[in-house]
């Protein structure tokens, strides 16, 4: 089993900054895709940042020039650094890897972590 913890929401005003952190844990055997998704109440859940095994990077463009999302290989664990934050960011942050075991890939969810950005 793979398990996923998330840290680092909260409450933050606009223009703000917060860091999510999501450690993975347990039989781990390469994480090739790292992802940070979103889901907004009443909305569906959408992709925010993801980062591959050799580094490369995408973002949703609504969050481009101001995510950044990172990875430390040796702690299995990704980064979402939020600035700017506007309040459409609000939502629920989901961690996203996939473990790839031989031919065979497995994708893993986090708890969800609850970003509000308000005044």
């Known amino acids: 089993q793979v398990q996923l913890v998330e840290s680092g929401g909260g409450l933050v005003q606009p223009g703000g900054s917060l860091r999510l952190s999501c450690a993975a844990s347990?039989?781990?055997?390469?994480?090739?895709?790292m992802a940070w998704y979103r889901q907004a109440p009443g909305k569906q859940r959408e992709l925010v940042a993801i980062t591959f095994s050799d580094a490369s990077t995408n973002y949703a463009d609504s969050v481009k020039g101001r995510f950044t999302i990172s990875r430390d290989n040796a702690k299995n664990t990704v980064y979402l650094q939020m600035n700017s934050l506007k309040p459409e960011d609000t939502a629920v942050y989901y961690c996203n890897i996939k473990d790839r075991r031989g031919l065979r890939e497995y994708a893993y969810w986090g708890q969800g972590t609850q970003v509000t950005v308000s005044s």
């Open positions: 347990g039989n781990i055997f390469s994480i090739r895709v």
